[in-house]
T-cell receptor
Framework: DAGVIQSPRHEVTEMGQEVTLRCKPISGHDYLFWYRQTMMRGLELLIYFNNNVPIDDSGMPEDRFSAKMPNASFSTLKIQPSEPRDSAVYFC??????????FGQGTRLTVV | GIQVEQSPPDLILQEGANSTLRCNFSDSVNNLQWFHQNPWGQLINLFYIPSGTKQNGRLSATTVATERYSLLYISSSQTTDSGVYFCAVVRGGGGATNKLIFGTGTLLAVQP
């Protein structure tokens, strides 16, 4: 397997624009996680899915953030409208139940 | 929620030296992982170690779940070991979830 695949690797957008980050988990993994990494807050869990169903979205910072998992091989994290404080590295990860999690290479988002 | 503390926060080593990184957690865990974030930002899986001891080359890890800590040993350090080392845990016990919670990390710099 190619591992967790995220796209794009880098995204620069203007404040107010919609941003969509994409993730393809490792085939067969039941769990998918979205994390955000910043200098101030470290690595924080935003939301995670089990079998395509959102289980815990308590880490999603605001209503401007939304995540979907329409099928077992694809998930999106959307920010609308984007703000400069959303600038961060966003990671996607996947795992089997209560097992080792594997991370994608991340998307570096810059909102200007 | 569960608290994950890592020490030391920063560490500078000369090439060839050994080091021990520590991770303390505030509750029982079902999962504990060690990651290395390299200077390019990739999160590399080092160990999946909810309990016991494992070794992989110059690295080894020990988790004492009953005393709520884990240790990562790096022997004969190399400049390529530089980066941030994260401990991450999934809380165990009743009502357990699959949320992987990260510590704040140890920043390691290995000098030639």
């Amino acid at each position: 397997d190619a591992g967790v695949i995220q796209s794009p690797r880098h995204e620069v957008t203007e404040m107010g624009q919609e941003v969509t980050l994409r993730c393809k988990p490792i085939s067969g993994h039941d769990y998918l996680f979205w994390y955000r990494q910043t200098m101030m807050r470290g690595l924080e869990l935003l939301i995670y899915f089990n079998n395509n169903v959102p289980i815990d979205d308590s880490g999603m910072p605001e209503d401007r953030f939304s995540a979907k998992m329409p099928n077992a091989s694809f998930s999106t994290l959307k920010i609308q409208p984007s703000e400069p404080r959303d600038s961060a590295v966003y990671f996607c990860a996947s795992s089997f139940p209560y097992a080792e999690a594997f991370f994608g290479q991340g998307t570096r988002l810059t909102v200007v | 929620g569960i608290q994950v503390e890592q020490s030391p926060p920063d560490l500078i080593l000369q090439e060839g030296a050994n080091s021990t990184l520590r991770c303390n957690f505030s509750d029982s865990v079902n999962n504990l992982q060690w990651f290395h974030q390299n200077p390019w930002g990739q999160l590399i899986n080092l160990f999946y170690i909810p309990s016991g001891t494992k070794q992989n080359g110059r690295l080894s890890a020990t988790t004492v779940a009953t005393e709520r800590y884990s240790l990562l040993y790096i022997s004969s350090s190399q400049t390529t070991d530089s980066g941030v080392y994260f401990c991450a845990v999934v809380r165990g016990g009743g009502g357990a979830t699959n949320k992987l919670i990260f510590g704040t990390g140890t920043l390691l710099a290995v000098q030639p």
